[in-house]
């Protein structure tokens, strides 16, 4: 598992906060000064955005040949403005949004479903060209067991909930995961 200091997820979030933000603005995204280490490496990203406590738009990246940097911000701008379940954020919602930043370990595909520890891994469930994916939050957050984490990731990829039983491949992944606290945006 790697790891994120305290400046990385700090800098992830503003870089985060500043690209919807400048996507919004139609201005052109400051370049930041990022220093080597985790930052350049390439990382799957999902970002989350939240208006208190409800979900405004969540979009991510496994497979990626650019920077953790880069994606984070790619994937903030797509979150705010291409989640398919949500109207496009608006520059007046800006100040009520917080973001929070799920940096991924490569997918592991797993054997036994006994392999799969709540709290710590996420879950994809891929069967024929069909593909679900929960963050490993999920399953904390509701309260699931792991026969209702497979079911739920099942639904999510349009798939009967008990197919995970039956020829799909089951991957787990880690997260590092971190947000802006509530009302206090990590601004650029």
Known sequence: MFRLSKPERKLLLEIARGAVRAHLMEEKFPVREIPNGTLRQPHGVFVSIHCGPKLRGCIGRFQTDIPLFQTTAECAVSAAMADSRFLPIKVEELEHISFEISALTPLKKIERVDQLKLGR????????????????????R???????????????????????????????????????????????
């Open 121 to 140: 891994h996420g879950l994809m469930v891929a069967k024929g060209s069909r593909q679900g994916l929960l963050l490993p939050q999920v399953a904390s």
């Open 142 to 188: 509701y309260k699931w067991d792991r026969r209702e984490f497979l079911r739920q990731t099942c639904l999510k990829a349009g798939l009967e909930p008990e197919e995970w039983k039956s020829g799909a491949n089951i991957f787990v992944f880690e997260a590092v995961v971190f947000d802006e606290p509530l009302g206090q945006p990590a601004h650029p």
